[in-house]
């Protein structure tokens, strides 16, 4: 079974620029997840969905971020402009819906803003 | 909102050894608790959970120990290997409606396991 995709695995773009991130999550999972990973702490989430819902966006912020979900399926987070804070790995996460089941992460974008 | 602190920062181990990692949470109503370990250039990946009705849970080298009183929780691995050298981060989730989990993470422990 293929896990959580992400593309691009890395990007590099200068600050106010935009930038935008891919996720396709595993097979039937309705649960998607969004975090952030700054260097050398844990994931933040950003937004989570159920299918094309977005249910929890309380920390997303909301004047350079956006994402969707369309159909339910996969998903793109995008910033616009893009700050030099904004440097981080963006990582995609999916579960099958239902609460305390495991969260499947995929390999993240490591996004540099220069 | 919940708070989840994580100690130590790093730990260095001899091979064959044993490792523990602590975590405290702050939210009561906490009442799920995942282990994920993270190698280099890779997404966090589950290697063990606990839940709030369960005080120990073992798999393999693999121990997680609950305190709800305390709220605290912590890892054990025991006959420590190089391959378990990784960051391994805390996580605490009260669950939400709609399904999934709001998960907050610790802040990473850096194990290196020394041959």
């Known amino acids: 079974e293929a896990g959580v995709v992400q593309s691009p695995r890395y990007k590099i773009i200068e600050k106010k620029q935009p930038v935008a991130f891919w996720c396709n999550p595993i097979s039937g999972h309705n649960t998607l997840y969004w975090y952030r990973q700054n260097l050398g702490q844990g994931p933040e989430l950003l937004i989570r969905?159920?299918?094309?819902?977005?249910?929890?966006d309380s920390q997303l912020p909301k004047d350079r971020f956006s994402a969707e979900r369309l159909k339910g399926v996969d998903s793109t987070l995008k910033i616009q402009p893009a700050e030099l804070g904004d440097s981080a790995v963006y990582l995609c996460?999916?579960?099958?819906?239902?609460?305390?089941?495991?969260?499947?992460f995929g390999p993240g974008t490591r996004l540099t803003v220069l | 909102g919940e708070n989840v602190e994580q100690h130590p920062s790093t730990l260095s181990v001899q091979e064959g050894d044993s490792a523990v990692i602590k975590c405290t949470y702050s939210d009561s109503a906490s009442n799920y608790f995942p282990w994920y370990k993270q190698e280099l250039g890779k997404g966090p990946q589950l290697i063990i959970d606990i839940r709030s009705n369960v005080g120990e849970k073992k798999d393999q080298r693999i121990a997680v120990t609950l305190n709800k009183t305390a709220k605290h929780f912590s890892l054990h691995i025991t006959e420590t290997q190089p391959e378990d050298s990784a960051v391994y981060f805390c996580?605490?989730?009260?669950?939400?409606?709609?399904?999934?989990?709001?998960?907050?993470f610790g802040t990473g422990t850096q194990l290196k396991v020394e041959l």
């Open positions: 969905y159920e299918n094309e819902e977005a249910v929890d």
């Open positions: 996580a605490a989730s009260s669950g939400v409606t709609g399904g999934g989990n709001k998960l907050t």
């Open positions: 996460a999916s579960s099958p819906g239902a609460v305390y089941n495991e969260q499947f």
